[in-house]
């Protein structure tokens, strides 16, 4: 396959992850729209990364992936605060949360 056709992917899948952020307001799809953008990137490594027959891309995919991990772990718990404490996970009851 060819280079151009991976980044066609990656970015495709990256517009959506954009356009799924700034949409939704639903806490839940804004992150699975997150990891919709760090999977576009984790392609766009890798595939450079074979492009030049190099292990750095596939590296750095694997840190991706860890940050990814953290963040779902993170923003998943901030959702479950928010729902906990209002019964719903709109993000723009989010600025009540504070003090």
């Known amino acids: 396959m060819l280079l151009n056709q991976f980044l066609l992917l990656s970015a495709v899948l990256f517009c959506l992850g954009v356009y ?4 939704r307001k639903n806490g839940m799809l804004v992150l699975m729209s ?4 760090l999977n576009a990137v984790n392609i766009n490594l890798v595939a450079f ?3 030049r027959t190099d ?3 596939s590296v750095f995919a694997l840190f991706t992936i ?6 779902v772990g993170i923003g998943l718990a901030i959702v479950l605060l928010m729902y906990r404490n209002r019964r719903s996970i ?5 600025d009540l949360l504070k003090g």
């Open 20 to 23: 799924g952020v700034l949409a």
């Open 34 to 37: 997150v990891e919709l953008i």
């Open 49 to 51: 990364g074979a492009f």
């Open 55 to 57: 292990v750095g891309g």
């Open 66 to 71: 860890a940050v990814a991990a953290a963040e």
């Open 90 to 94: 709109d993000l723009t009851q989010a």
